[in-house]
């Protein structure tokens, strides 16, 4: 009996270890696109500022965006995995053959629907920017800007498939570093071709669309040394085909869930004074540098390991990494969402007060922050119960819950949006997260029975207390040492020391308490 219970406890371990180091590798790659991101937007916010041009830019980025998130990266991702757990159990043979019928019919249908939104680009963006409609100048804009963007979508869906059958074989590095190729083309456009361009937002959109071939172009060498090269096949009536698309319709609104309020959020945005959309864009590029590192890194981590699990019955071992992965989560992202709070409008100052981009600019992009940051656990843990519930293949009831947070989310946007403006936009977002994440837990449990045991609720107290020191430093700081206002090198340091002893505070405290799975996953990322 001793023997079996060390060999289980170990086996519980190894999975924890194997999990925290998918979710690192993710992590790390993630953590050089968001790096690389962060310069894009450094330039972007240099180049455009924060008024009608950049309003214009944003929301014809979003477009292709919204659908890739919608359709391709999450949506197909969820589908997909589980799907193709049960095909790898028939053999190499069947599994391709699946993946073939499955690309084929995802190239026809991009290539249509990719042709009608260039066409028919004035109407889509009338539902996306409703606002801009009465101002000629930012309406032709972003028509101009989102017709040259939205063949991005045809590159980055196909790309996204890729990425799905990569972590399905527990292959996350390429797919992680992926998106760094995106920032890399749209900076070469910044700084290479925007000077040459009347429209400098012109040259950005060209940026895009390198960027998604460059993103396309890497995935192939990689599918072959798993041994798939993708062919033509038109055998739509594959069982597995079908089951995918069934998956897939339902998952639409639960993987997208937040993208979404965030879309309704920046629609919203359209009907305000010029600069709405960049302040709720810039602040939602700050929540998504922690939510991609720490929400969708797990996420993704999770849903081979939950698929297998659930492919074979094993319930009891998908709960014990499901409720890892939550304690995880949130011993990571509270301390995260303090610095966000309290450091607001210095990181939004040293990142982005430069060009075009003012001071008030600078103050009404970091209170949408602080109303993003507030909801960052919710969105991580939106991501990681859906991904429980996509593992089983339950793709309906995420579905139901992510329709009722939009449906919260609007009325509170409607609501908040009149005394608060752009900040009540972002607020609302953060709070249908929240009602997001109380009915996914209620469902999950009723699903798959108790997830929170009584270790698993210590570790988050513990993680809730570690916090103090954190909030005691950095409100210390902030008075003893004030943020320098003009020169940038001395904003940088200062941000820069604050966060890193910020950081080891936490890790100081995470060791005290007895959470050395942040430590070794930190070495892991380290490492990456």
Not at 266 to 275: K, Q, R, S, V, Y
Not at 336 to 352: H, K, R, S, V, W
Not at 468 to 486: D, K, M, N, R, S
Request: glycine residues 6%.
């Amino acid at each position: 009996m001793g023997n079996r219970a060390v060999k289980s406890n170990s086996g519980k371990e190894n999975r924890r270890q194997s999990v925290l180091g998918a979710a690192a590798t993710v992590g790390g790659w993630t953590m050089l696109s968001r790096v690389l991101g962060f310069i894009r937007d450094i330039l972007l916010a240099r180049i455009l500022g924060a008024g009608p041009l950049a309003d214009a830019f944003f929301v014809a980025f979003k477009l292709p965006n919204f659908f890739r998130r919608m359709f391709a990266e999450g949506t197909l991702t969820v589908a997909l995995v589980p799907v193709l757990a049960d095909e790898q159990k028939r053999g190499e043979a069947a599994s391709h053959a699946y993946l073939n019928a499955l690309a084929t019919l995802l190239l026809i249908v991009l290539l249509l629907f990719t042709v009608a939104g260039i066409i028919f680009m004035p109407w889509l963006l009338l539902g996306f920017a409703p606002g801009f409609h009465d101002e000629p100048e930012r309406w032709n804009q972003a028509v101009l800007l989102a017709r040259w963007m939205f063949p991005y979508l045809l590159l980055i869906s196909l790309s996204a498939m890729a990425w799905a059958v990569l972590n399905a074989h527990k292959r996350f590095s390429l797919a992680a570093a992926s998106p760094a190729l995106l920032n890399v083309a749209i900076i070469f456009a910044a700084i290479i071709l925007a000077p040459s361009f009347e429209n400098p937002a012109l040259a950005l959109a060209i940026g895009v669309i390198l960027g998604g071939m460059l993103q396309l172009g890497i995935q192939i060498p990689a599918l072959k040394r798993i041994g798939w090269i993708p062919r033509l096949s038109f055998k739509f009536r594959n069982p597995a085909v079908s089951q995918t698309l069934r998956l897939f319709g339902p998952a639409l609104l639960g993987v997208a869930a937040v993208q979404i309020n965030i879309l309704v959020g920046t629609i919203l945005a359209t009907l305000l004074p010029a600069g709405a959309v960049s302040y709720l864009y810039y602040a939602d590029r700050i929540v998504q540098l922690p939510l991609a590192l720490f929400g969708i890194a797990m996420g993704t981590a999770l849903l081979p390991t939950l698929s297998e699990h659930m492919a074979n019955q094993r319930i009891n071992d998908a709960k014990e990494d499901l409720r890892n992965g939550l304690a995880w989560l949130t011993w990571i992202t509270l301390p995260a969402m303090i610095g966000i709070f309290i450091l607001a409008e210095p990181i939004i100052a040293t990142l982005f007060e430069h060009g075009r981009f003012s001071h008030a600019a600078t103050i009404a992009t970091a209170q949408t922050l602080q109303a993003y940051g507030l909801g960052l656990i919710a969105f991580c843990w939106v991501r990681v119960l859906s991904t429980a519930c996509f593992a089983s293949k339950d793709t309906k009831s995420p579905m139901r819950f992510a329709f009722i947070s939009v449906i919260i989310n609007i009325v509170l946007a409607i609501i908040l949006m009149q005394p608060l403006a752009h900040v009540g936009l972002a607020l609302a977002t953060s709070l249908a997260a929240f009602f997001n994440v109380a009915l996914l837990i209620f469902h999950v449990r009723k699903q798959q029975g108790r997830i929170m045991d009584s270790s698993t609720v210590q570790r988050m107290l513990r993680a809730l207390l570690a916090c103090l020191p954190i909030v005691a430093f950095l409100i210390g700081v902030t008075e003893l040492w004030a943020f320098p206002t003009t020169d940038k090198w001395m904003q940088i340091l200062w941000l820069g020391v604050t966060i890193l002893v910020a950081a080891i505070i936490f890790f100081g405290a995470a060791f005290l308490f007895g959470e050395k799975s942040l430590l070794k996953m930190g070495r892991r990322k380290h490492s990456a």
